[in-house]
């Protein structure tokens, strides 16, 4: 990416911080040529932009205004800017402390649906329901989702905000998607412990939907949509 000249689109599911302090290292963001489209973060009826508010000269050297790209914070106008792109953007609630938001991004009959830091039964009152959540999915080419637990994480991590596994699973059968990818692993997951969840995962849904992929994500992929 930091090598190519094609203009960049940021959305993010919300403002905490281990999805916003890296941003400020994002090397395109340093260079001249680009132009970087910052997404807005929803809380409740508001609409900010944290990445770009951290950078305050206080809490990270460099502002805004001091960046050799174009950085614009879209606010209102981001669907209609991923209109002109000939995309379609749709969003839904997630089920996670503070609030979060999940994206469907539709274009020329193809569709990505991103939704991570959602928990989809939560101990707390939802949201989004599961068979909502299914919609939103339906048919879609590749689900990215929250997978961040295993049941022998619970009940100690039930309510922060994270799903399970076999729930991550379920609803890629439920909205029959074409290929789930588990994201937003626990931390403490060793490579070895991700490829048994992976097996696992992939051994269960065969049984349910044998034409459905699943991945576990991992540093550097790609998918061809």
């Given amino acids: 990416m930091a090598a190519r000249d094609s203009d960049i689109f940021v959305l993010l599911s919300h403002a905490h911080w281990d999805h916003i302090q890296g941003f400020p290292f994002f090397a395109p963001l340093y260079q001249p040529h680009r132009t970087i489209s910052v997404f807005p973060t929803r809380m409740g009826h508001t609409l900010w932009c944290p990445t770009l508010e951290q950078m305050d000269g206080m809490h990270f050297p460099a502002t805004p205004e001091d960046l050799p790209a174009r950085v614009l914070c ?28 999940g994206y469907r991004i539709e274009r020329e009959g193809r569709s990505l649906v991103y939704l991570t830091d959602n928990e989809l039964d939560p101990p707390y009152e939802k949201a989004t329901s599961f068979g909502e959540f299914a919609e939103f999915c339906r048919h879609t080419d590749v689900l990215i989702h929250d997978a961040q637990y295993l049941q022998s994480d619970m009940p100690a991590k039930h309510g922060w905000g994270h799903s399970l596994v076999q729930q991550a699973c379920q609803l890629a059968v439920a909205a029959e998607v074409k290929h789930l990818i588990l994201f937003h692993h626990d931390p403490l997951r060793t490579d070895d412990a991700l490829d048994a969840i992976q097996e696992e995962a992939r051994a269960w849904i065969h049984t349910q939907n044998r034409h459905m992929q699943c991945t576990a994500a991992y540093e550097g992929l790609v998918i061809d949509i």
Avoid: R, Y
């Fill in 74 to 101: 879209l606010m209102e106008k981001g669907f209609e800017v991923f209109q002109e792109h000939g995309c379609h953007l749709s969003w839904i609630t997630t089920n996670h402390p503070g609030g979060g938001t």
